[in-house]
Structures are given as C-alpha cells and as structure tokens.
C-alpha cells in the first residue's frame, strides 16, 4: 500500500471497473499529494479510456512539470497522442520515454507504429528489429514486422518475419494466422489453406483458423463457406465485433441488406466507435436510399477514424454526389493525402474540385491519374466531361471517351460516357 490512501482507493476501484469511481479518487490524491506521478499517470490512463484525451493530455504535461523525467509518463503520453492520430508529436514522446529506458520492447514497439501510421517503414523497421534484438521471444515484434513489410508492398520480406517469429514460438496461433494471411495476400492460396487447417488441428478452440478460411472463402467468392467459417468464430467467441463485421460485408456483397444491418448492428452495439462497422452500417443504408441516416454513418466513421482514409473519402464521396462541393473537397483532400496512391481517391477529389469551382485544379489531377494509369473509368469520364463543358477541346474529350469505351471494364462510367458522346 502506498502513503497515500485516495490513491489505494482510486487502484481498487479501477481494479473493480468503476471507472469514474476511479478518476474521483485519484484526482483527490493528486490534490494530497500534489507530487505524487503516479497519480497522475493513472487518471491520464483513464481519461484516455473514456477518450477524454484533451484531458488526459493536460494531465500528463502536468505530471512532466512534476517529474520530466518519468518513462511511464512520456510513454503515456504517446499513446494518447497516437489516439488522436497525432503521430509525429507520439513518436517524440515515445523517443523521450526510449532515452529513459533504452531496453522497453513497448516502446520500442509503440515508436515503430507511429513511424509505420505516417508511412515511415524504414524507420518503423529499425525500431522493431531493436525491440526483437532486446526480446527474441516475443511473438508480437514479428508480427509488427511483417505488417510494416506488408503496407510496403514487401509481401516476401513480411512472410520472412512470420518464419523468423515461428522459430521462436513455434506453437504462436496469432503468427500462424498471419502467415496464412501473407500467403492469401500472395495468391498462395493452397499453401494458406494449409497454414489454416494446421492451425484448426492445433488449436481447436481457436477462432483465428477458422476467420482465416472464412477470408480465403471470400477470395473465391465462396460466400457461403466464409458464412459458415465466420459463424463457426462467432461459435468460439461471441463477441468478436471484427468477425460480425465481416459477415455484414458479405451479405452487404450479397445484397441482402436486411441481414447486412443485423450483423453491422451486433458489431457496433460490441464496438460503437468501429469505422468499419460504421462505414458497412452506412452503405447499407444508402444501398436502401436512406442517405441521411448513411450520411450520419460516415461522419461518426470520420470521428471514430479520423485518420482513415477509406472514412473520409466514403464521406466526401457522399457530400460529392449530393453537390456540397466544398465539404467534399476537404474530406477528398484528406483521403488523398492520407493515400496519395490511391487513384480513385484522386479522381474524386479532381471531379469534386472541378464541379466545386475550381476546374483548373480538378483537370491537373485528372490528368496526373491518367499519367500513371490510362485506363482509369472514373478519371477518363470526369476528365471528357471537363473538356466538353470547355467548348473548343472536344477532339480531345471524344479521345477520352474512346479510351473509355475500350475498356474492358469500365462499370458504369461507360455507360455514362456512352451519354456523353450522344449528340
């Protein structure tokens, strides 16, 4: 026990759940004990439980005055800072906590996921193979490799890391399903199944094989054996929200919307703030016509995620289409510079700026998509409909059409572009 009964109590109410109960009392210790860190640690870590973060934030700069020199306080504060998706400010403070306690695999950890959320892979490289370097056994860094390799598009280096992690721990379900995972990604699909099934036999209750056959079923488009393995999880763990979400894209592919808002609402009533669950709740709402409800979807997605990029261009997408042009050139501009590769991010966010009043900038992006890639649908009617509505290009706006029109698959921007080009 410490000497300091508010702070007892406020440990024995945190360990008992009662979260408020909690925050009561170690604000009253802080108020005894003005100089006690620990105190203040604990309230910032349930305010960031609450995702009170302002306040956890404040709480924290606080403590720094009282003690700069606290890892647990720095290393704290990074991690509420990644939760508002303040990621250079997160990894300064994680290096503070780092020169403190050199040999802390979690920071080390957490410091590679600030780098790899602001796509700093090299980096976020360095960090984990120093956090295996202090703790070959833990199955986790390798786990974190492999998925930095992968946003790199290193899909054999990433399968690489998984083999070095097995070697340590052998027997680790979470690095098995992730190597099935990285072979799926692969098109190896033989060799995921196997990694899977092998999984299932070795671990029975186990829901991770069975979610990876349910993601294998969905690259054959084998609906109805990802249903059955993804309700064989839900079998092992109930509350796995993940697993309801994916049952709700499936039937969301399906079109059948009615079971689509059953699953999507199981998730979010497990995990509110779920900008996937948010982002399938919203779709099936508009897929129904209901777009204000899907509207109030998308923008609580953009709340929960403001750092997703599908989030904010499903967002902007909406205000696109119903022509409130500058709230959807801000939430476009967003995605874009969250994924500046993204193709169709950029065609939207070029078709919203030209619509919006800027068609010098909107036909610039236009044509820089088509640069690197001639057989973008969206880009090439977005583009033949600026230069029409600019009188003297037409030869050039008839080129893009006929590009258009060649494609193998342009969805329904062909048809559309079949319109354009009636006299």
């Not at 009282?66 to 403070?93: C, M, P, S, W």
């Not at 092998?198 to 829901?207: N, T, V, W, Y």
């Not at 890639?373 to 600026?386: E, G, I, K, V």
Request: aromatic share 10%; proline share 3%; charged share 25%.
């Amino acid at each position: 026990m410490s000497t300091n009964p508010s702070y007892d109590q406020g440990l024995v109410k945190m360990r008992a759940g009662d979260v408020d109960g909690a925050i009561e009392s170690f604000t009253r210790a802080i108020r005894q004990v003005p100089r006690d860190v620990y105190a203040y640690n604990k309230l910032a870590f349930l305010y960031k439980e609450k995702r009170l973060f302002r306040k956890a934030i404040r709480v924290l700069e606080t403590a720094l005055k009282v003690r700069k020199d606290d890892f647990h306080t720095h290393y704290i504060l990074g991690n509420t800072l990644l939760d508002q998706a303040r990621y250079a400010e997160a990894a300064e403070a994680f290096k503070q906590s780092l020169s403190l306690n050199p040999k802390d695999v979690y920071a080390w950890n957490s410091l590679a996921l600030a780098h790899k959320l602001v796509k700093q892979y090299d980096r976020a490289i360095q960090c984990l193979e120093k956090a295996i370097e202090l703790d070959p056994a833990d199955a986790y860094n390798y786990n974190s490799l492999a998925v930095v390799h992968f946003c790199r598009g290193d899909l054999e280096q990433g399968a690489h890391a998984l083999e070095r992690g097995l070697k340590h721990t052998p027997d680790n379900a979470f690095l098995a399903y992730t190597q099935g995972e990285a072979y799926l990604r692969m098109g190896q699909l033989a060799r995921s199944a196997e990694c899977f099934s092998r999984l299932i036999e070795r671990a029975p209750q186990s829901k991770l094989g069975h979610i990876g056959l349910g993601h294998l079923a969905i690259a054959k488009a084998a609906w109805k054996s990802a249903l059955a393995h993804f309700l064989r999880a839900l079998e092992l763990d109930p509350k796995d929200w993940e697993v309801l979400t994916f049952m709700g894209e499936i039937y969301l592919d399906m079109r059948d919307f009615e079971q689509a808002d059953v699953y999507f609402s199981r998730a979010l009533d497990l995990n509110p703030r779920s900008s996937r669950g948010l982002l399938g709740k919203g779709e099936t709402l508009e897929s129904q016509g209901l777009v204000l409800k899907a509207w109030q979807c998308y923008q609580q997605a953009v709340r929960a995620a403001p750092a997703s990029a599908e989030s904010r261009f499903t967002l902007g997408r909406l205000y696109l289409e119903q022509r409130i042009f500058s709230k959807a050139v801000q939430e476009l501009r967003a995605a874009h510079h969250l994924d500046a590769s993204n193709d169709t991010f950029a065609s939207h966010l070029g078709w919203a700026l030209v619509d919006g009043g800027w068609p010098a900038d909107g036909e610039r992006l236009l044509r820089q998509v088509l640069a690197k890639n001639s057989s973008h649908a969206c880009s090439l009617y977005q583009l033949a409909r600026t230069l029409l509505a600019n009188g003297n290009r037409r030869d050039e706006a008839a080129g893009c059409l006929r590009a258009l029109a060649g494609l193998k698959d342009g969805g329904d921007w062909k048809r559309k572009g079949r319109e354009l080009m009636k006299p």
